[in-house]
């Protein structure tokens, strides 16, 4: 059943044997998913107001089709399909585990960002596991270059005490810097942080006080590790100052050499798995 928020968003509600949660449909973003008798596993900022026009400061949102800042000026940071409102195509249900299935129509105005004759589609499979597939198509007749990323909030409850794992072998580029080698398996935080991983093993672990978040990719070897710290928490929109505390952003991601390559006819899925691990 679709549901209209306060402030005029429509969203999907999911209540099944095996979880709860919730998406809207501008930028098919999920906001909220909690397994049966387990914590929440996604972090939504208390300051974020739900305004149409801003993506939700937290859950998922959905950058693409351009992860970061935009080498065309004007063009908004991490795209524009995380503003835009997206179709559900689909609810299904089959053994326990809900499909919900959103499209994203590319609007006149839009083709200006992106004039590709592309398809473009989140698959949401809910049960114990939240997965998310980030699903491209290229329709046309020439081939289609493309980053994007699940931007996923996690709430770690100490940022000062959370150990993330499954770093080690990889490298990473942070303020424009690097890239440089990953020597350790874990991360710890001491500062602002915003790291883009490439060579990148499929499953981390965020080590939190109520319990071991696992987040594993498919079909991606990139991923951003992302925590404002101090100063940025003051600066970011839609963020309390003391928010850094309690969350962190480890996002799926096909970025940097990392980057999507469709050649015509190509289909493409980058899927994120999020649980808790027992
Ligand atoms: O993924 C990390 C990052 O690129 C940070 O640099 C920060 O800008 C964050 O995304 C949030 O961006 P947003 O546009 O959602 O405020």
New binding site residues.
């Given amino acids: 059943t679709t549901k209209k928020h306060a402030n005029g968003l429509d969203y999907v509600e999911v209540s099944s044997a095996l979880c709860q949660a919730r998406i809207f449909l501008q930028g098919a973003q999920i906001d909220y998913f909690q397994p049966v008798g387990k914590p929440p596993l996604l972090w939504v900022s208390s300051a974020d107001d739900y305004q149409p026009g801003n ?1 939700i ?1 937290g859950g998922v ?1 959905v ?1 693409w089709p351009w ?2 800042v935009s080498s065309e000026p004007n063009f908004p ?2 795209g524009f399909a995380r503003t835009r409102i997206w179709s559900l195509e689909s609810v299904e249900m089959r053994d326990q585990l809900v499909h919900l299935r959103f499209s994203l129509k590319i609007s006149e105005q839009d083709k200006i960002y992106w004039p590709h004759n592309t398809q473009v589609s989140v698959l949401f499979t809910l049960g114990e596991t939240l997965s998310i597939s980030l699903i491209n198509t290229n329709l046309g007749d020439k081939t289609v270059t493309l980053t994007q ?1 699940l ?1 996923s909030y996690f709430p770690i409850e100490d940022i000062h005490q959370l150990k993330a794992s499954g770093f080690n072998g990889s490298k990473y580029i942070e303020f424009a810097e690097g890239p440089y080698p990953q020597t350790t398996d874990e991360v710890h935080f001491d500062r602002e942080t ?1 790291r883009v991983y490439t060579d990148l093993g499929p499953v981390q672990r965020l080590h939190t006080p109520q319990g071991i978040i696992k987040v594993s990719r498919e079909n991606s070897r990139s991923a ?1 590790l ?1 925590n ?1 710290w101090i100063d ?1 928490s003051q600066r ?2 839609r963020f309390n100052p003391e928010d850094y505390l309690t969350m962190v ?1 480890l ?1 799926a991601a096909n970025v940097l050499e990392d980057k999507l390559v469709l050649a015509p006819g190509e289909s493409h899925s980058l899927v994120t798995h999020i649980c808790w691990q027992d």
Wanted: proline share 11%; aromatic share 10%.
């Fill in positions: 993506g400061r949102p950058c992860f970061g940071q991490h990323a931007h915003d951003v992302w404002p940025k970011l929109g952003c996002e």
